[in-house]
Nanobody, 127 residues
Framework: QMGLVESGGGSVQAGGSLKLSCRLSGYARTAYYQAWFRQAPGKEREGIAAFVGGGAGTIYYADSVKGRFTISRDLPRDTLYLQMDALEPEDTAMYYC???????????????????YGQGTQVTVSS
């Protein structure tokens, strides 16, 4: 079983920063894929940042956040982070962390097909 609990959301003005945290438990702690997603009202959930593999891993970013958001993790603390800088009103969404076990097939790390998602934390950016 996988456990994921997000925190750190809130309201911020455009240009500001927030850092989200995701506490991992169960199989999520050692999942091969660990990622952040977001879903804005009326839109589909989109993958924005992902770790693939253990240790330093390989990192993927969606074009919409590349250069502004940074994914990181603290393995001893079982915590995944998302540092968000230069926030824009378009970043307003519910943010979720997610985990998926190793897949033999060609799985795209930012695709919306993870094994488990957290309950989400709201981020609101005002102009």
């Amino acid at each position: 079983q996988m456990g994921l609990v997000e925190s750190g959301g809130g309201s911020v003005q455009a240009g500001g920063s927030l850092k989200l945290s995701c506490r991992l438990s169960g199989y999520a702690r050692t999942a091969y894929y660990q990622a952040w997603f977001r879903q804005a009202p009326g839109k589909e959930r989109e993958g924005i940042a992902a770790f693939v593999g253990g240790g330093a891993g390989t990192i993927y970013y969606a074009d919409s956040v590349k250069g502004r958001f940074t994914i990181s993790r603290d393995l001893p603390r079982d915590t995944l982070y998302l540092q968000m800088d230069a926030l824009e009103p378009e970043d307003t969404a519910m943010y979720y962390c997610a985990a998926r076990q190793f897949s033999l097939t060609g799985f795209q790390p930012l695709s919306n097909a993870y094994d488990a998602y957290g309950q989400g934390t709201q981020v609101t950016v005002s102009s």
